[in-house]
């Protein structure tokens, strides 16, 4: 097989123009840059900062025209079928050799100009390239629409930013392959066993979230057809390098033209002994899993294998049904894993919690909801989103003082903005959701609702013993429906009866097999549904949940686009992260605020500390000590 590929690299020589994106070999292929070598070390500092779409496989020295590591017997100059010429960042022509290139100060033959270089100045950098796993794809059964339809790959430049190094800054540009829906796992696994092919996806979805506008122009490459049932997967692409050079305007410099690449000696497989360093080893719990996270727009999320289980480990222990209400009829495995990885790619989330159970008493609300609503706050904040809280106008003030005492007792580190929603008329919702009421500027892309009063078929709101609180609710719902005519805007319910907003995703469940379902079912559904045996075990869950996610590289890798040459976290970003976790010492101190405040329980009505009837200790505190240390002993390990 190796002299295979020998055989085709000196074909190469001689058929000029032959695009090897259409070769599978089983050998990697390469993208390659020379450059001048006053600007290597920068360009080397640049492939290092973003490793997934330049995995710099070798950097030779300067003038050197082969590269022992990657091929024997090869030559730069000739082993490529088309080269492209740059001068001062534009692309001047295209050539079939470099060799013209080799004398310091001599101009090819017709050329009367000196040229603004010589080869023996300039290095060249040899970077993995995606068209080294398209055949490991087509053993998994994964169809290659580029090359079942005889087209280079679709290449695009999105809008997002490299990390900059030195004379170098540019868009990432993303190779586009067209995979079936049920074959999304499959080829994130095969992709990611090859780091030296720019591993997993660096997107799934919508192409305007990377800034894609029109997937029939690509800025390199063919468009490629997708057929029913396809789903866009965007990988990290080598042409990166490209846009660099024509950012950083060097006086001369080469590269490969799209689709005509160097072929090298390694075999595209992760047993490769040349292994970036910026890239983790393969590891079965590092596999990364593929999950559906949105609709409006698509998008998709990667999250690996370890840190999947220990978060359905979490989503069980909430699971427990202390107070015996039947919660567990309501589960729906992967809701907490869908609701914490859209949260995770989320910028602006919106909170709303309270149940007004207490018809009688004042406050109405209950002990169930705020810690939640409270911590799943404190971990976002940590993490660099905003957050609001949306309440009921009767509660403002209430709810300011207490998230004000929360702060003076070091439960929160800065005051959450408080707001209300009422009714002000059919379009009130969408202007609250939205920058003066237009469905492209929503101010929010994720809304929360936990132990919230939702709304039922009859319109009216009902406590657990069916009895109309109406009067003490504002229209929160409406938010919520109207997020699903807005795009870009998620939303997960936490409940543990069936009555709370969000829960009517599970309606039917609750109306079946909960008591006096039939009446008190929410209506409003929600993305996500997370049900639990006392709500606020949910917010717990979700604040750790994302706290996992926030420490397991595939993800961290998929929300960066493969861009970034920090660890996974450093010491003092997860020692903040760590920080604001739940822990039994902020909550305790969380509900004796809210007991002082005069909230009660909520199945018992006692003024006194516990939640739905179940005393803090040992109950909460249990659950909270258990939580923590499923999520921290995960730490690290995926």
Same mark, same amino acid.
């Given at each position: 097989m190796l002299s295979a590929v020998r055989a085709a690299r000196c074909a190469v020589r001689y058929l000029r123009g032959i695009r090897t994106s259409a070769m599978d070999t089983g050998y990697q292929q390469?993208?390659?840059?020379?450059?001048?070598?006053?600007?290597?070390?920068?360009?080397?500092?640049?492939?290092?900062?973003?490793?997934?779409?330049?995995?710099?496989?070798y950097r030779s020295q300067s003038g050197e025209t082969s590269c022992p590591p990657l091929a024997q017997h090869a030559d730069i100059r000739t082993?490529?079928?088309?080269?492209?010429?740059?001068?001062?960042?534009?692309?001047?022509?295209?050539v079939s050799s470099l060799q013209t290139y080799s004398d310091?100060?001599?101009?090819?033959?017709?050329?009367?100009?000196?040229?603004?270089?010589?080869?023996?100045?300039?290095?060249?950098?040899?970077?993995?390239?995606?068209?080294?796993?398209?055949?490991?794809?087509?053993?998994?059964?994964?169809?290659v629409r580029n090359v079942e339809q005889?087209?280079?790959?679709?290449?695009?430049?999105?809008?997002?930013?490299?990390?900059?190094?030195?004379?170098?800054?540019?868009?990432l540009v993303v190779t586009m392959r067209p995979v079936p829906a049920a074959l999304l796992d499959a080829a994130v696994k095969v992709t990611h066993l090859n780091p030296l092919a720019h591993g997993a996806p660096v997107h799934i979805g919508d192409p305007a979230l990377l800034g894609i506008q029109d997937l029939s122009r690509p800025d390199y490459g063919d468009a490629v057809e997708l057929q029913p049932g396809d789903v866009t997967v965007f990988w990290a692409c080598g042409v990166t390098a490209i846009e660099a050079i024509l950012s950083s305007k060097p006086p001369l410099a080469f590269s490969h033209s799209p689709g005509c690449m160097f072929l090298t000696d390694i075999p595209d497989s992760p047993t490769s002994t040349i292994t970036p360093p910026t890239e983790a080893k393969p590891h079965p719990e590092l596999t990364p899993l593929c999950f559906q996270v949105s609709q409006n727009p698509l998008l998709y999320s990667l999250v690996s294998q370890g840190t999947a289980a220990k978060i359905r480990q979490l989503?069980?222990?909430?699971?427990?049904?202390?107070?015996?209400?039947?919660?567990?009829?309501?589960?729906?495995?992967?809701?907490?894993?869908?609701?914490?990885?859209?949260?995770?790619h989320s910028s602006s989330v919106a909170i709303t919690t309270g149940f007004p159970t207490h018809y009688m008493h004042s406050p109405p609300d209950e002990t169930d909801g705020p810690p939640g609503a409270i911590a799943m706050a404190t971990m976002l904040l940590s993490l660099g989103k905003q957050v609001t809280m949306v309440t009921d106008r009767r509660a403002l003030e209430m709810n300011r003082t207490i998230i004000d005492e929360a702060v003076r007792t070091g439960v929160l580190k800065d005051a959450i903005p408080l707001v209300t929603f009422e009714d002000g008329g059919p379009d009130a919702a969408r202007h609250f959701l939205c920058h003066h009421g237009d469905p492209n500027k929503?101010?929010?892309? &994720?809304?929360?609702? /936990?132990?919230?009063? %939702?709304?039922?078929?009859? =319109? @009216?709101?009902?406590? $657990?013993?069916?009895?109309?609180?109406?009067?003490?609710?504002?229209?929160?719902?409406?938010?919520?429906?109207?997020?699903? &005519?807005?795009?870009? /805007?998620?939303?997960? %319910?936490?409940?543990?009866? =069936? @009555?709370?907003?969000? $829960?009517g995703k599970v309606k039917e469940k609750v109306q079946s097999l909960m008591p006096k379902g039939g009446l008190i079912a929410c209506e409003v559904p929600a993305d996500h549904a997370v049900t639990a045996g006392v709500s606020n075990w949910g917010g717990y869950a979700v604040a750790c949940g994302l706290y996992l996610l926030h420490t397991c590289p595939a993800h961290l890798r998929?929300?960066?686009?493969?861009?970034?040459?920090?660890?996974?976290?450093?010491?003092?970003?997860?020692?903040?992260?760590?920080?604001?976790?739940?822990?039994?010492?902020?909550?305790?101190?969380?509900?004796?605020?809210?007991?002082?405040?005069?909230?009660?329980s909520g199945k018992t009505g006692h003024l006194a500390m516990e939640v739905d009837g179940l005393t803090f200790h040992p109950t909460h505190s249990d659950m909270i000590t258990?939580?923590?240390?499923?999520?921290?002993?995960?730490?690290?390990t995926f």
């Open positions: 390469a993208n390659v840059v020379v450059l001048p070598n006053q600007l290597a070390d920068d360009f080397h500092a640049f492939c290092r900062s973003n490793p997934a779409p330049l995995p710099l496989l082993d490529i079928s088309q080269y492209c010429v740059y001068e001062d960042g534009r692309l001047v022509k295209t310091a100060h001599r101009s090819p033959p017709g050329q009367q100009a000196e040229r603004p270089g010589s080869w023996s100045d300039m290095v060249c950098f040899y970077l993995g390239c995606s068209f080294g796993f398209e055949g490991r794809l087509k053993e998994a059964g994964v169809p005889g087209r280079n790959v679709s290449m695009y430049r999105t809008a997002v930013p490299c990390v900059p190094a030195g004379a170098f800054s540019c868009p989503e069980v222990m909430i699971g427990e049904d202390p107070g015996e209400r039947g919660i567990r009829a309501l589960f729906v495995q992967d809701e907490l894993l869908r609701s914490c990885l859209a949260l995770s929503p101010r929010f892309d &994720h809304l929360v609702a /936990i132990e919230r009063s %939702g709304r039922a078929a009859d =319109g @009216n709101y009902y406590n $657990m013993r069916a009895v109309n609180i109406k009067h003490l609710v504002d229209p929160v719902d409406d938010l919520f429906i109207a997020a699903k &005519h807005i795009p870009g /805007i998620g939303t997960t %319910g936490i409940g543990d009866g =069936g @009555n709370e907003l969000g $829960m998929y929300l960066r686009k493969g861009l970034g040459l920090e660890p996974v976290t450093s010491t003092e970003q997860l020692q903040d992260w760590t920080t604001n976790l739940p822990s039994v010492e902020k909550e305790e101190s969380f509900l004796s605020t809210l007991v002082r405040f005069g909230i009660r258990r939580l923590l240390e499923a999520t921290r002993g995960g730490r690290g």
